[in-house]
């Protein structure tokens, strides 16, 4: 599903990110990213997702070369990536309901539907009865499930994660990790980048460790 091939990426301002990474992660694998800040997470989401592109190397994803990938099949692209961020990039002014229902809007989907759908994603990350609220007034676990439920609201095939649980408290943490593996289990691939080690280890799942741009280790963990 996801393919890198000795990637390296270097930002205009001379800063290099990656070097040389290459991994492989297979259709319906969830797997974590790991390093200490500034290691390279964030960028091989953004390359992922297209945000960035690519110096040297070459990405696959879905069995397309974004490298070769043009700017107006972008977006078409990006319907099959759901992203998570940390600081959830919410519109606090705009009800719960709006903020999830945002990409379905953008890619022109019809009232009917946007509804149908927006409703599902809230259903299953738990707000149903809160579509109504702005998010001003959830906690911060709450609002973190409100950017899932928009990540997930294009029925994606990968989601992206950027450190979910950053801001959380251990339980709240463990509780927004399980709703990525209820979406695994449903057949999603899930790359999580996250320095919250505990927890990884806990989950067992594949653990990419990343260190000043480099992939140093790519295991599987066994749960405690």
């Known amino acids: 599903m996801i393919h890198f091939h000795e990637v390296s990426k270097r930002y205009p301002n001379g800063y290099q990110a990656l070097r040389s990474v290459s991994f492989d992660l297979t259709r319906g694998e969830m797997a974590f990213l790991t390093g200490h800040s500034g290691a390279g997470k964030t960028t091989v989401l953004r390359l992922i997702a297209l945000i960035e592109r690519v110096n040297r190397g070459h990405i696959i994803v879905g069995g397309e070369n974004l490298s070769r990938m043009g700017k107006r099949r972008i977006p078409y692209f990006r319907r099959h990536i759901g992203m998570v961020f940390q600081n959830h990039r919410l519109l606090m002014d705009r009800t719960v309901f709006d903020n999830v229902a945002l990409p379905l809007v953008i890619a022109g989907y019809s009232h009917q539907d946007v509804s149908r759908r927006v409703r599902a994603a809230l259903d299953k990350v738990g707000l149903l009865g809160k579509e109504r609220l702005n998010p001003v007034t959830l906690s911060s676990g709450e609002q973190q499930r409100v950017g899932i439920a928009r990540g997930v609201v294009n029925k994606p095939a990968i989601l992206l994660a950027d450190e979910p649980t950053g801001n959380l408290d251990p339980e709240l943490s463990r509780e927004i990790m399980t709703l990525f593996e209820r979406f695994n289990h449903f057949g999603v691939t899930v790359l999580i980048a996250s320095h919250d080690l ?16 480099t992939l140093i280790d790519a295991d599987r963990m066994t749960a405690a």
Do not use: E, H, Q, V
């Not at 505990?198 to 741009?213: D, E, P, Q, V």
């Open 198 to 213: 505990s927890l990884i280890r806990a989950m067992g799942y594949r653990m990419f460790t990343l260190k000043n741009g």
